[in-house]
């Protein structure tokens, strides 16, 4: 039950996209097309914006998406906007009843 | 609009013993997994307990085993942890979310464990 690994901190200038990795192993990220992306601003409560790796809930900007490759899941910010900067957190189901986050990576807007 | 109120976090010695709730409103709950998951301050997300829609299977996160209990009431339409020899390292906020896909989440209750 490690942490998937993310990057700390991720930037981009309003308009640039942002793309943010979530590493974990063939026992999560890579066993299972469950994972999802949460934003969180600070002092409130996570945000779901992307969920079974590449689904979008309804009022979701489609300048949000997620991606996967081997072990990796990843997530775009496109068009980067100012309400954007934020820490996001990828999570994964890994079996068993057992659900894993990613470490956090907190987005600057430049 | 689908609700999560979460409720019985506060201040409590080591060794000692809480029950968190959480009330859900706007939505079939028995029809939901329903998760915990906690925020030390400062710190990331770590997922904690899952139960399903009928309560007759969980999952923990190794660090609480043996020492939490998740429980829900679908009469009642709440889902319920309760912490028990509790440790400093407990200290979080406490949040429930509906589903796998953890949508939405409530506001939290922090837990303190402090002497």
């Known amino acids: 039950q490690s942490a998937l690994t993310q990057p700390p901190s991720a930037s981009g200038s309003p308009g640039q996209a942002v793309t943010i990795s979530c590493t974990g192993t063939?026992?999560?990220?890579?066993?299972?097309?469950?994972v999802s992306w949460y934003q969180q601003h600070p002092g409130k409560a996570p945000k779901l914006m992307i969920y079974?790796?590449?689904k979008r809930p309804s009022g979701v900007p489609d300048r949000f998406s997620g991606s996967k490759s081997g072990n990796t899941a990843s997530l775009t910010v496109s068009g980067l906007q100012a309400e954007d900067e934020a820490d996001y957190y990828c999570s994964s189901y890994a079996g068993s009843n057992n659900y894993v986050f990613g470490t956090g990576t907190k987005v600057t807007v430049l | 609009e689908v609700q999560l109120v979460e409720s019985g976090g506060g201040l409590v010695q080591p060794g000692g013993s809480l029950r968190l709730s959480c009330a859900a409103s706007e939505f079939t709950f028995s029809g939901y997994w329903m998760h915990w998951v906690r925020q030390a301050p400062g710190k990331g997300l770590v997922w904690v307990s899952c139960?399903?829609?009928?309560?007759?299977?969980?999952g923990y996160v190794d660090s609480v085993k043996g020492r939490f209990t998740i429980s829900r009431d679908n009469a009642k339409n709440t889902v319920n942890l309760q912490m028990n020899s509790l440790r400093a390292e407990d200290t979080a906020v406490y949040y429930c979310?509906?589903?796998?896909?953890?949508?939405?989440w409530g506001q939290g209750t922090l837990v303190t464990v402090s002497s």
């Open positions: 063939n026992r999560d990220v890579g066993g299972y097309n469950y």
């Open positions: 979310a509906r589903g796998n896909s953890f949508d939405p």
């Open positions: 079974e790796v590449t």
């Open positions: 139960i399903n829609s009928d309560g007759s299977s969980t």
